[in-house]
């Protein structure tokens, strides 16, 4: 597997990462993170580039202030000879570019990083010689390293070693300039569909990245805002996604948790109260479109055709929020999500994009393994609560 290959299949496993690449191409920088997050970058959050050495083993990663208290951070650990000589070669210039991706691997927009002179020698110093620092397979001396990095950072991880060691780092606040966005432009049988992340209208775009998403595993049985009648001559939408296999039926609400448009005193109490709140919506828009198929009520698609399909099949709702944030109490959310599940007769899942993206791509285009991913959730979300 050459460099190229190797990025692109990190790109595609790992939720979230930081990449510094040099080749016969040039130099960039590469960062995943999920779009909310994306979008307070492109806002003007503070950025700060983290280094570290323990030893021989080199650390890099990235604190992304898009809240300021509850900020959030990457870490990784560099284990081939290439990454070590990739950010000796970045460090030697003047600016270098770097790319941002979201759940969808695809490139969202591009910018400019340019650090002071200080700021690289201080890297280049860190790093020293990059050939005598360590490559190879992970193993428990540098999961111990990694927590060592994490706790010289200052970050208080769960489930980290009891024995930690201070080791030393570098800290670089950096900006992000001349930004300049990327049209995607997601084509297949059954059509296009493009995207562009700085969309003000946050809601219809999260819903093409999920239908984007979800139509590599559906294919055609895929239907974006299926339509009910609604006062004889008028239309009103059943759900955001309906999708439909020979195992089920899936119902699929999209919220999105505005950014671009957001206040910028928002703190996290309030981001978590304004998630809680469309998770709420969309239970009760969830409960209410079974109903209408339960009620054998026709559903239309978006060129006005009816959908038939079997209706006595089991139901599944899903709930896609941008981002779960891990704040606040839920136990209202998972009170009203288990008495309509109980009292509607259907499943009913919350997850973030992250996480359809992790069962989409273990699911590899089969239908069945998906389905029964979600049910494995379903019976481990029950456990839990029992």
Same mark, same amino acid.
């Given at each position: 597997m050459n460099k190229a290959e190797r990025i692109y299949q990190e790109l595609l496993q790992e939720r979230a990462n930081i990449w510094y690449i040099s080749d016969h191409y040039g130099s960039k920088i590469m960062l995943k993170v999920s779009s909310s997050i994306l979008k307070a970058i492109i806002k003007g959050c503070k950025l700060e580039?983290? /280094?570290?050495?323990? $030893?021989?083993? /080199?650390?890099? %990663?990235? =604190? &992304?202030?898009? @809240?300021?208290? $509850?900020?959030?951070?990457?870490?990784?650990? =560099?284990?081939?000879?290439?990454?070590?000589?990739?950010?000796?070669? &970045?460090?030697?210039? @003047? $600016?270098?570019q770097i790319q941002l991706y979201n759940e969808l691997c695809a490139c969202q927009c591009f910018g400019t990083i340019t650090l002071s002179s200080k700021q690289k020698n201080d890297i280049l110093c860190l790093l020293g010689n990059p050939r005598k620092l360590f490559t190879g397979t992970l193993s428990e001396r540098i999961y111990q390293s990694a927590d060592n990095f994490q706790f010289s950072l200052g970050l208080d991880m769960p489930g980290s070693r009891k024995s930690q060691s201070k080791i030393?780092?570098?800290?670089?606040?950096?900006?992000?300039?001349? /930004?300049?966005?990327?049209? $995607?432009?997601? &084509? @297949? =049988?059954?059509? =296009?569909?493009?995207?562009?992340?700085? @969309?003000?209208?946050? %809601?219809?775009? /999260?819903?093409?990245?999920i239908f984007i998403a979800l139509r590599s595993l559906f294919g055609l049985d895929l239907y974006h805002s299926p339509q009910i009648a609604h006062n004889k001559s008028k239309y009103r939408e059943l759900i955001d996604i309906l999708t439909l296999s020979e195992f089920g039926i899936f119902l699929i609400e999209a919220k999105a948790l505005g950014v671009t448009s957001a206040n910028e005193e928002r703190n996290m109490e309030r981001k978590v109260k304004g998630l809680q709140k469309q998770i709420e919506k969309a239970i009760y828009q969830l409960g209410g479109a079974y109903k209408k198929i339960v009620e054998n009520e026709a559903i239309y698609n978006s060129k006005g055709e009816e959908i038939f399909f079997k209706r006595n099949l089991p139901s599944c709702g899903i709930i896609i929020v941008s981002e779960l944030l891990p704040f606040g109490s839920w136990d209202e959310i998972i009170k009203k999500l288990l008495i309509t599940m109980s009292e509607k007769n259907i499943l009913i899942h919350i997850m973030d994009l992250n996480e359809i993206m992790l069962f989409i791509g273990h699911s590899q285009g089969n239908i069945n393994l998906f389905d029964t991913y979600l049910m494995e959730r379903m019976e481990d979300f029950i456990k839990i609560q029992a």
């Open positions: 580039l983290l /280094f570290g050495v323990d $030893n021989n083993i /080199f650390h890099i %990663g990235i =604190n &992304i202030y898009d @809240d300021p208290v $509850n900020f959030a951070t990457i870490t990784s650990t =560099n284990r081939i000879i290439d990454e070590h000589l990739s950010i000796a070669k &970045i460090m030697q210039l @003047d $600016n270098v030393e780092t570098v800290i670089v606040e950096t900006k992000i300039e001349a /930004f300049q966005m990327v049209q $995607n432009s997601f &084509i @297949d =049988n059954s059509g =296009n569909v493009s995207t562009e992340i700085s @969309d003000l209208d946050e %809601g219809a775009l /999260f819903e093409k990245e």
